[in-house]
């Protein structure tokens, strides 16, 4: 699991599974940082790269746009795989990744 950042786009990567975010929650702190100090309004989130995904892996991505948001940022999900759709609509995340954060593939 890994968050690249280009800017205003933050590119999600890897294993998004509790195996995955379990040894690299720092890059999200890290990012979060960098988002604050280029005093950007608006992340879209790129995550076409995201190999696998389960409950803890959309927990933390949930937990991390919400900070984002905490910060004034507003998050956006971009290029979201059929697989982690598939995965929000049979783990329960409906109401946290609304169709509002969900841009079309």
Do not use: Y
Request: with cysteine.
């Amino acid at each position: 699991m890994s968050v690249r950042m280009a800017g205003t786009v933050a590119h999600l990567e890897g294993d998004w599974t509790m195996t995955g975010v379990a040894d690299n929650i720092d890059s999200l702190i890290l990012s979060l940082k960098q988002m604050e100090s280029d005093g950007e309004k608006s992340l879209q989130i790129n995550c076409e790269q995201i190999e696998e995904t389960d409950t803890s892996g959309l927990q933390l991505l949930n937990v991390w746009m919400e900070c984002a948001r905490l910060r004034g940022i507003e998050p956006k999900l971009m290029n979201v795989t059929s697989g982690m759709r598939r995965a929000i609509h049979e783990l329960g995340f409906n109401k946290c990744f609304s169709d509002s954060c969900l841009e079309a593939h």
